[in-house]
């Protein structure tokens, strides 16, 4: 892992993810989205065809700004434009991918570009690491949520009803273009959501981000330059770090889902029709505390130090009113899973989070039933 690269400009951030013949650059500096073709120039010294993938939010924005810079540098340019939403990241709109991809007939050397938040670079990951074996993929984030965690790391995925991200692979990008100046067009809605994602960092390994988020909340909800700068760079080195140390999720990484198992089960429950995916995860990360704390884990009021910060984040911060029963069985189809065993990540304080494998369905139960 390298730390600031002192050659590049002093607005500029490169990160290098060290996974030996699968290693990449994580690129972040304002305004890079025009010089996507030269960097993609640079990582296929010979320019030929690839294909942007996108939604009906994003392409109008920033498709033409992209296309135009890979078709200077050389590139024959063509896109797949998809509906935008969670409840698109469906097999539907992978088939769609596929169908777009066997129609331009790319070979096994020509890259997609996922141009869009979580979603898109999910799905996009997902579809390249399946056609033809896997083609590279380059991660171009647009959202706060897909700047900060789910550009990074080489999960790819789409949704089952049963259960979220249930049906993909892991499968690394061969880069990662992030340009904060895109997050100016995002609803604040789409930016707490994201911002939710940022706090996870400081409650599972960085206390003093997660403080200095505390301090810095309303700046982070304006995008201003500065707080953006720390808040996407202090992220990035830390996802970069903790995939470089377990890649496919066998220990340490697990603890990048503090708040998911909960989350994703709100999601599921509630169709990814109610909740974006970091107000999930915000709300799952208030479940997770409380039961830390009901399990003797965590202090007493470690819940109320990250309701409050979620509460000046704008988040929701109420659960979804649903039996226990229906939540065990939504959690039971976790990724984290083993064999029937629920895994959870809990809290021993803010800035250390870790891996539960005895939380008994009763301890839920007493979980669930607190909040009537």
Same mark, same amino acid.
């Given at each position: 892992?390298? @730390?600031?690269?002192?050659?590049?400009?002093?607005?500029?951030?490169?990160?290098?993810?060290?996974?030996?013949?699968?290693?990449?650059?994580?690129?972040?500096?304002?305004?890079?989205?025009?010089?996507?073709? =030269?960097?993609?120039?640079?990582?296929?010294?010979?320019?030929?065809?690839?294909?942007?993938?996108?939604?009906?939010?994003?392409?109008?924005?920033?498709?033409?700004?992209?296309?135009?810079?890979?078709?200077?540098? #050389?590139? =024959?340019?063509? @896109?797949? *434009?998809?509906?935008?939403?969670?409840?698109?990241?469906? *097999?539907?709109?992978?088939?769609?991918?596929?169908?777009?991809?066997?129609?331009?007939?790319?070979?096994?050397?020509?890259?997609?570009? /996922?141009?869009?938040? #979580?979603?898109?670079?999910?799905?996009?990951?997902?579809?390249?690491?399946?056609?033809?074996?896997? *083609?590279?993929?380059?991660?171009?984030?647009?959202?706060?949520?897909?700047?900060?965690?789910?550009?990074?790391?080489?999960?790819?995925?789409?949704?089952?009803?049963?259960?979220?991200?249930?049906?993909? /692979?892991?499968?690394?990008?061969?880069?990662?273009?992030?340009?904060?100046?895109?997050?100016?067009?995002?609803?604040?809605?789409?930016?707490?959501?994201?911002?939710?994602?940022?706090?996870?960092?400081?409650?599972?390994?960085?206390? @003093?981000?997660?403080?200095?988020?505390?301090?810095?909340?309303?700046? /982070?909800?304006?995008?201003?330059?500065?707080?953006?700068?720390?808040?996407?760079?202090?992220?990035?080195?830390?996802?970069?770090?903790?995939?470089?140390?377990?890649?496919?999720? =066998? #220990?340490?990484?697990?603890?990048?889902?503090?708040?998911?198992?909960?989350?994703?089960?709100?999601?599921?429950?509630?169709?990814?029709?109610?909740?974006?995916?970091?107000?999930?995860?915000?709300?799952?990360?208030?479940?997770?505390?409380?039961?830390?704390?009901?399990?003797?884990?965590?202090?007493?009021?470690?819940?109320?130090?990250?309701?409050?910060?979620?509460?000046? /984040?704008?988040?929701?911060?109420?659960?979804?009113?649903?039996?226990?029963?229906?939540?065990?069985?939504?959690? #039971?189809?976790?990724?984290?899973?083993?064999?029937?065993?629920?895994?959870?990540?809990?809290?021993?304080?803010?800035?250390?989070?870790?891996?539960?494998?005895?939380?008994?369905?009763?301890? *839920?139960?007493?979980?669930?039933?607190?909040?009537?």
């Amino acid at each position: 892992m390298s @730390e600031m690269n002192d050659n590049i400009a002093q607005n500029t951030q490169l990160y290098h993810v060290d996974l030996g013949a699968r290693a990449y650059d994580i690129h972040i500096e304002p305004g890079c989205l025009t010089n996507i073709g =030269q960097a993609m120039a640079d990582l296929f010294p010979a320019p030929s065809r690839c294909m942007i993938i996108s939604n009906t939010t994003i392409a109008p924005l920033y498709l033409h700004r992209v296309k135009t810079s890979l078709e200077q540098a #050389g590139w =024959q340019v063509s @896109e797949c *434009i998809l509906a935008d939403g969670e409840r698109y990241k469906t *097999i539907q709109s992978f088939g769609l991918i596929m169908d777009a991809l066997m129609q331009a007939k790319l070979s096994r050397n020509e890259p997609v570009i /996922a141009l869009g938040g #979580g979603v898109v670079g999910d799905m996009t990951g997902f579809a390249a690491s399946c056609y033809r074996r896997g *083609i590279p993929f380059i991660q171009v984030p647009t959202t706060v949520l897909a700047q900060v965690d789910s550009s990074v790391g080489g999960k790819t995925a789409i949704n089952h009803p049963h259960g979220k991200n249930m049906i993909g /692979a892991f499968y690394q990008p061969r880069l990662v273009w992030i340009d904060p100046q895109v997050l100016n067009t995002l609803d604040i809605r789409e930016i707490r959501a994201g911002i939710a994602e940022a706090i996870k960092y400081g409650l599972i390994r960085d206390a @003093e981000l997660f403080s200095w988020m505390q301090q810095n909340i309303t700046a /982070a909800l304006a995008l201003n330059a500065s707080v953006l700068s720390r808040l996407i760079h202090t992220s990035c080195r830390h996802k970069a770090e903790v995939v470089v140390a377990d890649e496919t999720e =066998q #220990g340490m990484r697990a603890l990048l889902n503090l708040g998911h198992t909960f989350g994703h089960a709100i999601e599921s429950m509630t169709h990814y029709e109610s909740y974006l995916h970091g107000e999930a995860v915000a709300i799952g990360t208030l479940m997770a505390a409380r039961l830390s704390e009901q399990l003797k884990y965590a202090p007493a009021g470690t819940e109320k130090i990250i309701h409050d910060c979620y509460l000046a /984040a704008g988040l929701p911060t109420s659960i979804p009113d649903f039996s226990a029963d229906a939540w065990l069985d939504a959690m #039971g189809h976790d990724k984290k899973n083993i064999g029937s065993r629920i895994r959870y990540i809990l809290l021993h304080n803010i800035g250390d989070a870790f891996l539960a494998e005895d939380v008994s369905p009763d301890a *839920i139960r007493a979980l669930i039933g607190s909040y009537i």
